[in-house]
Antibody, heavy 121, light 109 residues
């Protein structure tokens, strides 16, 4: 059974750093991309970026380039999303999702349960 | 900045049929944008419904179908059930960039 399990909720202060995780199981972790998606309170889904754990190829959405860092450790089938200095506007639910990219198809199928990040002084 | 536009809200009666659309600010949506569709209920993670325009996942109910319609990607629900009340999002691929639509809140009434 394919599963993406995300780390638990976090409460942080502005200026603090944070790294959240997404662990995949039930499939070949290095054969699929992992994407990160932000959902601010009461708002829609926003694409942040993706990483291919097989070779750590990483692509960022322009809105998030320089604001976050996406990484992966294929030895433990885990992808990460990190901030060096959080802001109150980073308060949101963050989801990871599995993505298959091939010549003739793009499939976003399995999603993690989400990690709620709250940034407040 | 590419914008993907969906109907903000739609209301449908149980048993009815409804079509949600997904338009691109760059022009007509084609199969090369690989439209994906997702359903999200309050307090839940999104759930994938359709990929690459019209392909269903193994868990997607038969009443959901995807297509291209009038230069847009479309999601059609035939025989709507009360449990289909949710927010629906489309996703389009722009040769390396990915953009979500703003979502359609579908009410079953």
């Amino acid at each position: 059974e394919v599963q993406l399990v995300q780390s638990g909720a976090e409460v942080k202060k502005p200026g603090e750093s944070l790294k959240i995780s997404c662990q995949g199981s039930g499939y070949s972790f290095t054969s699929y991309w992992i994407g990160w998606v932000r959902q601010m309170p009461g708002k829609g889904l926003e694409w942040m970026g993706i990483i291919y754990p097989g070779d750590s190829d990483t692509r960022y959405s322009p809105s998030f380039q320089g604001q976050v860092t996406i990484s992966a450790d294929k030895s433990i089938s885990t992808a990460y999303l990190q901030w060096s200095s959080l802001k109150a506007l980073d308060t949101a639910m963050y989801y990871c999702a599995r993505i298959l990219v091939e010549m003739t198809t793009i499939v976003v199928d399995y999603w993690g349960q989400g990690t709620l990040v709250t940034v407040s002084s | 900045q590419t914008v993907v536009t969906q109907e903000p809200s739609l209301t449908v009666s149980p048993g009815g049929t409804v079509t949600l659309t997904c338009a691109s600010s760059t022009g007509a949506v084609t199969s090369g944008y690989y439209p994906n569709w997702f359903q999200q209920k309050p307090g839940q993670a999104p759930r994938a419904l359709i990929y690459s325009t019209n392909n269903k996942h193994s868990w997607t109910p038969a009443r959901f179908s995807g297509s291209l319609l009038g230069g847009k990607a479309a999601l059609t629900l035939s025989g709507v059930q009360p449990e289909d009340e949710a927010e629906y999002y489309c996703l389009l691929y722009y040769g390396g960039a990915v953009v979500f639509g703003g979502g359609t809140k579908m009410t079953v009434l």
